[in-house]
């Protein structure tokens, strides 16, 4: 005959059943992720953004913030997950447009992506140490914040940055994660893949380096290439989805880099490529550091501003709004007209004062 059930038995069973519901609600609530591209100016982060939505359209330059959104079906009969996608225009010149897309209530499920230009490599470390600095501040900031309201579960945020390295990792002291999942791409790749070998072999290394030491993921990209294309859709597709994350990697520089976040490791990146400069004589605070210092005598940075570039919005064609317009064509004129009544009564009173 067959066994009665033992009070344990009946404990595991009511369990299962517990855990197969709870799958089956979730698989019924919608997710909501944010992934907030930056990068270099004219980098390519439309181009990725659209290419990935499978967008069919002429991208157009990002003047300031832009937002977007993508759907994506879990199964038949089943709500569609949604992700927020942000992308902050203007290089490095509009950081203060972080505090937008990073704020409490998207802290919990947010990633960050920096596209980086493979062909502008003198530009290259100054626009990815001034993103990626002002991002960090910021979500420091707001995990601060998270943190008087709620001390465990910012705490567990901040955890979860480590959860990218496993904890036998020989580099487990020697970097420090980003707070929030990062993804480094370096677009132009059609570009990159024409230049001198040992300058392709510096900047791989050093951009190895980077994301090594920040959790980061780290792929080349160029729009031209499908087989790049499905690369940084699997990478996109784990940030804004939830889906499984790739397990391929590729650190040769002689190919497009493809290097899953905590799969690398600071003994098979190596040194700084310095062969002509004596790494001994270079004062450095911590690796980061050295590392910037050996890429910047290689790459000396430009001495551009960004900000000189940027276009007035309210002149912009692509951001009408003849109300909008209206109203502020008006304010303009009454703005005028009191600098005139100003200047005027200064006038008066200093002709006043002569006269006294």
Not at 88 to 94: E, V
Not at 147 to 176: F, I, M
Not at 284 to 296: G, H, I, S, T
Request: with cysteine; net charge neutral; hydrophobic share 35%.
């Amino acid at each position: 005959p067959p066994r009665s059930n033992t009070l344990w038995d009946i404990a595991v069973a009511q369990v299962l059943k517990k855990e197969n519901e709870d799958g089956k609600e979730d698989d019924l609530k919608t997710k909501e992720r944010s992934v907030f591209f930056l990068g270099n100016k004219s980098g390519g982060k439309t181009t990725i953004i659209l290419r990935f939505l499978d967008r069919d359209e002429v991208p157009k330059p990002t003047l300031a913030l832009e937002y977007t959104f993508g759907r994506r079906a879990k199964g038949h009969n089943t709500p569609k997950d949604i992700a927020h996608f942000w992308e902050l225009g203007g290089g490095t010149s509009l950081v203060d447009l972080i505090e937008i897309p990073i704020n409490m209530d998207s802290i919990r499920d947010l990633s960050v992506v920096l596209v980086l230009d493979l062909s502008k490599p003198n530009d290259l470390w100054t626009s990815m140490e001034k993103l990626l600095t002002a991002a960090r501040r910021h979500i420091d900031n707001v995990l601060n914040e998270l943190g008087k309201k709620d001390s465990k579960t910012a705490n567990q945020w901040k955890q979860r940055a480590w959860k990218t390295l496993q904890k036998d990792h020989p580099d487990w002291e020697l970097v420090d994660p980003f707070p929030v999942p990062l993804v480094i791409i370096g677009n132009k790749y059609d570009i990159f893949q024409d230049f001198d070998s040992e300058q392709r072999k510096v900047i791989c290394k050093t951009l190895r380096f980077v994301a090594h030491y920040y959790g980061a993921s780290l792929l080349f990209f160029s729009s031209k290439s499908e087989l790049l294309m499905s690369k940084m859709r699997n990478i996109l597709n784990q940030l804004a989805f939830g889906t499984d994350r790739s397990k391929t990697i590729s650190v040769e520089h002689n190919r497009p880099l493809f290097v899953p976040a905590g799969l690398d490791s600071l003994s098979q990146i190596g040194s700084p490529p310095a062969t002509e400069i004596d790494l001994g004589k270079i004062n450095a605070r911590n690796p980061m550091e050295l590392w910037k210092k050996v890429y910047e005598r290689l790459f000396p940075p430009e001495n551009t501003s960004e900000v000189k570039d940027i276009k007035d919005l309210v002149k912009d064609s692509h951001y009408a709004e003849p109300e909008v317009d209206a109203m502020r064509a008006q304010k303009d004129q009454e703005l005028e007209q009191y600098k005139k009544n100003a200047a005027r009564s200064w006038k008066e009173l200093e002709f006043y004062t002569e006269e006294r």
